[in-house]
């Protein structure tokens, strides 16, 4: 059985870029098998994003091995990562450049410590895709979340506080920020403990989506 074929027969988890990059890369020396995140065992995923950065290599610009090739950089919000396509395989993306929101459709590799995706699929998609992929991920993780003791939602209440006073030096930090440090937690609950703290006047909202701290 060709490799190719036992991976496209792998499920293509719908996921957000910082799911991949909290994962952990499961290597046979030093080939990569699959990235483990959570109980599952991901070699396929499905994403969307937005193209921030592209490089191609030409005839007179080409890797070691004489291919052309093209790095495209992708951001949902929550994270980068880079898709990369090698030979004549180059074609399938001809046409994404930086700007475009897209599907992606591909296999996960890792190589020097990068974990990245071998597209099988990069497909222009209407932006709002985006946000409707977002509360997708976020309305997963809320069903599958487990109940919080209240020790632990106190535990979470202090390390959001305690990370909005660090960031008084930059002027506050913004809410989707603070949601990426929380990774493991349903972001519902991160929503409830910042309101709890406006509403306490802990913290203010000097504008939409940025917080700071008051005291």
């Given at each position: 059985m060709a490799?190719?074929?036992?991976?496209?027969?792998?499920?293509?988890?719908?996921?957000?870029?910082?799911?991949?990059?909290?994962?952990?890369?499961?290597?046979?020396?030093e080939r990569f098998s699959?990235?483990?995140?959570?109980?599952?065992?991901?070699?396929?995923?499905?994403?969307?994003?937005?193209?921030?950065?592209?490089?191609e290599a030409g005839i007179e610009n080409v890797n070691e091995d004489g291919k052309k090739y093209i790095f495209l950089t992708l951001d949902d919000g929550s994270g980068q990562i880079r898709l990369k396509i090698f030979g004549n395989?180059?074609?399938?993306?001809?046409?994404?450049t930086p700007?475009?929101?897209?599907?992606?459709?591909?296999?996960?590799?890792?190589?020097?410590n990068e974990t990245y995706i071998s597209p099988?699929?990069?497909?222009?998609?209407?932006?709002?895709?985006?946000?409707?992929?977002?509360?997708?991920?976020?309305?997963?993780?809320?069903?599958n979340a487990k109940p919080i003791a209240k020790e632990q939602v106190l535990a979470v209440?202090?390390?959001?506080?305690?990370?909005?006073?660090?960031?008084?030096?930059?002027?506050?930090?913004?809410?989707?920020e603070l949601n990426l440090k929380f990774s493991e937690i349903s972001p519902l609950l991160i929503s409830q403990e910042i309101q709890k703290l406006l509403e306490e006047g802990i913290i203010f909202e000097p504008r939409p989506g940025k917080i700071r701290y008051l005291g």
């Open positions: 490799e190719e074929e036992r991976f496209k027969r792998n499920v293509a988890y719908k996921l957000r870029i910082n799911d991949i990059l909290i994962g952990k890369p499961a290597m046979d020396n699959f990235l483990e995140l959570g109980d599952k065992k991901i070699i396929r995923v499905n994403l969307i994003g937005n193209i921030v950065d592209r490089y395989e180059v074609e399938k993306l001809k046409d994404i700007g475009k929101t897209v599907i992606v459709i591909g296999t996960l590799r890792n190589w020097n099988e699929i990069v497909k222009e998609a209407d932006p709002r895709y985006l946000l409707l992929r977002k509360l997708e991920s976020e309305k997963e993780r809320i069903i209440k202090d390390k959001i506080l305690n990370i909005i006073k660090q960031e008084e030096d930059r002027g506050g930090i913004d809410i989707e």
